[in-house]
C-alpha cells in the first residue's frame, strides 16, 4: 500500500485543475502582454482568475497579485512594507516559515528591530506580550502565521487584526496553509496583506499569490515590465494562474464536506495511535481540533532506539510523512518549531497531513505500521 500524508509539504494536483490548465499549455499560448487576438484572450484568462480568486476572499480583483508562491509573495509584503511605509519594528515569532522568518531576519541584518513574541510551551502566541509590543512600538509590523505548517496551532487572525487597528500597526499573515482550507473573508479581517500557495490546495506548484488590501499602496519586490499592474515584472504562469484559480474554486464548493472527511481521518489518527502506542503525544495543540490546523497532525512519540529511522522506516513501508517541515528536508538542522516546544528532545516526532484524497484505510494502515516500530521490547524507556 502507497500511502501520502504529507499534503502540508504539498498535495497532488486535482485532475479538473489540470484540465483546465491544459487549453493554456497548448491552444492559448499568447503573451498576454501582446495586444493581439492571441495575447487578448490570454489576458482575459488572466483577469477572469483574479476575479475569481478575488470573489471567493470577499476581495476586490486590484487586490489581489500573483506570485510565484507563497514565499515570494511573504517576501514581498514584508520587504515592501518595512522600505516604503517607515517600519522600524518588526514583531514575529520563532515558529514561522522560513519565508518570513529568514526574511525577517534579514532585514535585522540591516538594522531594523527585531522582537519575537512568547509563546507558552505549546507554541502558542501569548497574546498579552503581543499588545505590549505593539502597543509601545510606533511604526511596527507585525507578521505571524494564521497555521503553523509543522504542528497546525492556528493563530486567532480575528484579535490580532484588531489590536493591530488599534495601535496602528501593520499586520502581515502567511495564511499559506489555512488559505483555501477556511474561508477568509477579507473585509472583516483587518489584515493588511495575506499570502495563498495554489500547490497546498490541489494546484499547481511554483504559483501563487499576494492580498494587498486596498488601504495599503507599495511598489514591486521583482522589477521588470508593468505585469500585475506594475506589481510584479515577468511574463505570468498563465496556466499557473488558471489552475490557482480553479483549485481555489473547488476548495471552496467542497470546503465543507472536505473539512468533515479530513477531521474524521484525525480524529481517527489521534484514538488510534492513542490505543496502539504508549505514551503518545501530540506537539503543539495539534491534538485539540478547535485550535489546530485540521490538516495537520503533529505526533509526539516515545523515545526509541530508532527514532532517528522512524521516516525511513514508514517510507519502506509505502507511508510518506515529514519530520518537520519539507522546505528543510536536505538539511541537517532539526525543526526550528520543534525547537520552541517544550518537549522531550529523545521523542521522536512525525507530521501527518491529510487531503481529500486520503482514506480511514491509510490511517489505519499507518498507524499499524507505526505501532509495529514501537512494540514495548524495541521501546528504550
Ligand atoms: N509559508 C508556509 C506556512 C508554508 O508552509 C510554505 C510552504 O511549505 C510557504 C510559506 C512557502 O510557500 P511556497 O512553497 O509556495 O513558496
Known amino acids: 500500500?502507497?500511502?501520502?500524508?504529507?499534503?502540508?509539504?504539498?498535495?497532488?494536483?486535482?485532475?479538473?485543475?489540470?484540465?483546465?490548465?491544459?487549453?493554456?499549455m497548448l491552444e492559448h499560448f499568447g503573451n498576454p502582454s501582446s495586444i493581439h487576438s492571441h495575447g487578448r484572450q490570454v489576458r482575459t484568462a488572466i483577469e477572469r482568475s483574479r476575479k475569481k480568486v478575488a470573489d471567493l476572499l470577499n476581495a476586490a480583483p486590484a487586490e489581489i497579485f500573483f506570485t510565484s508562491g507563497g514565499t515570494e509573495a511573504d517576501n514581498t509584503a514584508i520587504r515592501c512594507t518595512v522600505s516604503e511605509k517607515g517600519i522600524k519594528h518588526i514583531v514575529t515569532s520563532k515558529v514561522e516559515h522560513h519565508a518570513v522568518l529568514h526574511t525577517?531576519?534579514?532585514?535585522?541584518?540591516?538594522?531594523?528591530?527585531v522582537s519575537y513574541v512568547d509563546l507558552?510551551?505549546?507554541?502558542?502566541?501569548?497574546?498579552?506580550?503581543?499588545?505590549?509590543?505593539?502597543?509601545?512600538?510606533?511604526?511596527?509590523?507585525?507578521?505571524?502565521?494564521?497555521?503553523?505548517?509543522?504542528?497546525?496551532?492556528?493563530?486567532?487572525l480575528n484579535k490580532v487584526g484588531d489590536m493591530c487597528e488599534e495601535y496602528g500597526a501593520c499586520f502581515h499573515s502567511d495564511t499559506v496553509q489555512s488559505m483555501a482550507h477556511y474561508k477568509h473573508d477579507m473585509p472583516n479581517l483587518k489584515l493588511d496583506f495575506a499570502v495563498?500557495?495554489?500547490?497546498?490546495?490541489?494546484?499547481?506548484?511554483?504559483?501563487?499569490?499576494?492580498?494587498?488590501?486596498?488601504?495599503?499602496?507599495?511598489?514591486?519586490?521583482?522589477?521588470?515590465?508593468?505585469?500585475?499592474?506594475?506589481?510584479?515584472?515577468?511574463?505570468?504562469?498563465v496556466y499557473g494562474i488558471v489552475g490557482l484559480a480553479k483549485a481555489m474554486e473547488i476548495a471552496y464548493a467542497d470546503m465543507d464536506a472536505h473539512r468533515k472527511h479530513i477531521e474524521g481521518l484525525?480524529?481517527?489518527?489521534?484514538?488510534?495511535l492513542k490505543a496502539n502506542i504508549d505514551g503518545v503525544q501530540f506537539n503543539g495543540v495539534s491534538d485539540d481540533l478547535d485550535n489546530s490546523l485540521y490538516t495537520v497532525l503533529s505526533a509526539c512519540l516515545p523515545p526509541n532506539d530508532d527514532n532517528d529511522m522512524l521516516l525511513f522506516n514508514l517510507d519502506i513501508a509505502g507511508i510518506s510523512a515529514s519530520g518537520g517541515s519539507a522546505c528543510s528536508s536536505g538539511s541537517s538542522i532539526g525543526s526550528h518549531v520543534l525547537a520552541e516546544l517544550n518537549r522531550d528532545q529523545n521523542r521522536g516526532a512525525i507530521r501527518f497531513s491529510f487531503s481529500k484524497y486520503n482514506t480511514?484505510?491509510?490511517?489505519?494502515?499507518?498507524?499499524?505500521?507505526?505501532?509495529?516500530?514501537?512494540?514495548?521490547?524495541?521501546?528504550?524507556?
Open 266 to 272: 484525525k480524529i481517527r489518527m489521534i484514538e488510534k
Open 360 to 381: 480511514l484505510e491509510e490511517v489505519d494502515y499507518a498507524v499499524e505500521k507505526l505501532s509495529e516500530l514501537y512494540q514495548p521490547e524495541t521501546t528504550s524507556a
Open 120 to 156: 507558552n510551551d505549546k507554541g502558542q502566541v501569548d497574546l498579552n506580550h503581543l499588545e505590549s509590543l505593539v502597543k509601545n512600538n510606533p511604526d511596527t509590523l507585525v507578521t505571524l502565521m494564521h497555521a503553523n505548517n509543522e504542528i497546525g496551532n492556528l493563530l486567532d
Open 1 to 24: 500500500m502507497k500511502v501520502y500524508f504529507d499534503n502540508a509539504a504539498t498535495t497532488a494536483i486535482d485532475q479538473d485543475v489540470f484540465e483546465a490548465m491544459k487549453p493554456y
Open 196 to 237: 495563498g500557495s495554489a500547490h497546498k490546495f490541489h494546484g499547481p506548484k511554483g504559483i501563487g499569490f499576494l492580498y494587498i488590501n486596498h488601504k495599503n499602496k507599495i511598489h514591486p519586490f521583482i522589477h521588470g515590465g508593468a505585469q500585475e499592474r506594475n506589481m510584479r515584472g515577468g511574463t505570468e504562469n
Open 104 to 113: 525577517v531576519q534579514s532585514l535585522e541584518k540591516r538594522g531594523i528591530k
